[in-house]
């Protein structure tokens, strides 16, 4: 089930403790859109189906990215897009925005899309997995 972009952004909102929609909107622009260059293929597609389409259409038009990213250099990344942020506000932002998508895309599609990331990436969508 697809996700109504006011409810997606109200879930991105509360997890982020933002004062605004605006601020949990850009937040969600810069982690999709680098989340986006990991994931390839069928995995990336149905994630996306399950996104608002302005969302959608970011994950699926992705940043371009030379090689995955560890989850470390993924909040460093956000860091870098989100004016003003460091590194800590941007581990804040990828997991309100990361554990909103875990959310929309349910065990089985999540569990997909950990194996296309490096290890570590189940921390930022809030989902720590046996180890």
Same mark, same amino acid.
């Given at each position: 089930? %697809?996700?109504?972009? =006011? ?6 909102? =509360? ?18 859109? *680098? ?21 959608? *259409?970011? *994950? ?10 560890s989850?470390?250099r ?11 942020? %460091? ?20 065990d ?5 899309? *950990? ?17």
């Open positions: 089930m %697809t996700l109504r972009r =006011e409810a997606f952004l109200d879930h991105v909102k =509360e997890r982020g403790k933002y004062g605004t929609v605006e601020e949990a909107e850009r937040a969600a622009r810069v982690v999709l859109a *680098l989340l986006g260059a990991h994931l390839v293929g069928e995995v990336r597609s149905r994630l996306a189906a399950r996104l608002p389409e302005g969302f959608a *259409l970011i *994950l699926l038009n992705p940043l371009q990215s030379a090689e995955p990213l989850p470390e993924f909040v460093r990344a956000t860091a870098a897009w989100i004016e003003g942020a %460091t590194e800590q506000t941007a581990t804040w932002d990828v997991s309100a925005v990361l554990s909103t998508v875990a959310d929309a895309a349910g089985d599609l999540l569990n997909e899309i *950990l194996l296309q990331l490096p290890g570590g990436y189940d921390l930022l969508f809030g989902r720590p997995q046996p180890t």
